[in-house]
């Protein structure tokens, strides 16, 4: 599982279900299962863009990408309105139908990229994992891109998020900044937050790709998946717990969980995805083999 933070006008919250091969939205407030969307294959990770209407306040649609196990990066867009209306006429009774052509429960595919047939070359993928939208007003001189962390590739790759082409990718060459399964991906600031699987690391490096810092060692992450970046703070899922890094000095501040499983809880079974819910002050960590989300207020 994976999950997304909620947006800033209507409180959304989007999980990418391994075992059902779905994405499925929910109301955070209530946490109640709005809608569940069929994916193309097993999902790993998703990241969402909200787009509004001519009408202030008023979410017309919403951009939906998500990493896939078929080696595959997907767009969808769906209706958010649709997506509420429709909650309410069946009570909350979600039914997961069939994929048909171009039509996923009420998502509409954009575009795919890479191939379940090819894994090697610039445009292809190995293990997609995590996934980020960069708009062009946060730098205007890099344009609009989307991340993905080509984890069996060891390397970043950019797309064009109108139609996935292909433009660039960083990470793979000798040196600082290099990686071995990137995994997750998150973006503060001016500033890029990398999950190096292998490498045991949090790379730190400029939204076009330079390497700033990286920090951490074996003793404080051992294979280190989601992650996630607030203001002074980077917070990590690491083996069976959840790190907190100082996001500047690398300093590890708290540890939640331990380096055995448990169900109990904030304790963690393989947790990967992670993010943040500023308005309640909430850590939201996907318990992957527990099979649940954990909400946990950060003190």
């Known amino acids: 599982m994976h999950c997304r933070p909620p947006h800033q006008q209507k409180s959304f919250l989007f999980i990418t279900d391994y075992d059902k091969s779905c994405i499925r939205i929910y109301d955070l407030n209530s946490r109640i299962l709005l809608s569940s969307c069929k994916t193309p294959s097993i999902p790993y990770y998703v990241e969402i863009n909200q ?12 951009e939906i990408y998500v990493t ?17 209306q429709s909650s309410l006429a069946i009570e909350n ?16 595919l954009v575009w795919t990229a890479g191939s379940p047939k090819e894994k090697y ?15 062009s007003d946060e730098n205007s001189n890099l344009g609009k891109q ?23 990718s960083f990470g793979s060459e000798k040196g600082d900044g290099k990686f071995d399964r990137p995994v997750g991906i998150s973006k503060f600031s001016n500033e890029l937050f990398i999950a190096d699987h292998n490498n ?9 790709g330079q390497f700033k810092r ?16 607030i203001e002074n703070m980077c917070l990590v899922t690491d083996n069976h717990r959840i790190q907190l890094f100082n996001s500047e000095n690398g300093q590890l501040l708290q540890s939640i969980g331990s380096l055995e499983k448990g169900n109990c809880n904030e304790r963690f079974a393989l947790p990967e995805g992670i993010c943040f819910n500023s308005e309640r002050s909430e850590i939201l960590i996907a318990d992957w083999e527990n099979k649940r989300i954990q909400f946990i207020k950060l003190e």
């Open 200 to 208: 045991g690391l949090v790379q730190v490096l400029t939204l076009d």
């Open 51 to 62: 787009l509004s209407s001519s009408v202030e306040t008023t979410l017309e649609s919403c």
């Open 93 to 108: 009774q979600v039914k997961i139908v069939e994929n048909s052509k171009n039509k996923y429960d009420g998502m509409k």
């Open 146 to 168: 989307l991340l993905v962390c080509n984890s069996g590739n060891n390397r970043i790759d950019c797309l064009n998020p109108e139609n996935g082409q292909f433009t660039k």
């Open 214 to 229: 990286q920090f951490s060692s074996k003793s404080e992450l051992n294979c280190p998946r989601g992650i996630c970046a």
């Open 121 to 135: 070359g610039t445009d292809k993928f190995y293990f997609p994992r995590g996934l980020i939208l960069i708009d």
């Open 68 to 84: 896939c196990r078929s080696n595959t990066v997907h767009k969808f867009v769906i209706s958010l309105d649709d997506l509420i």
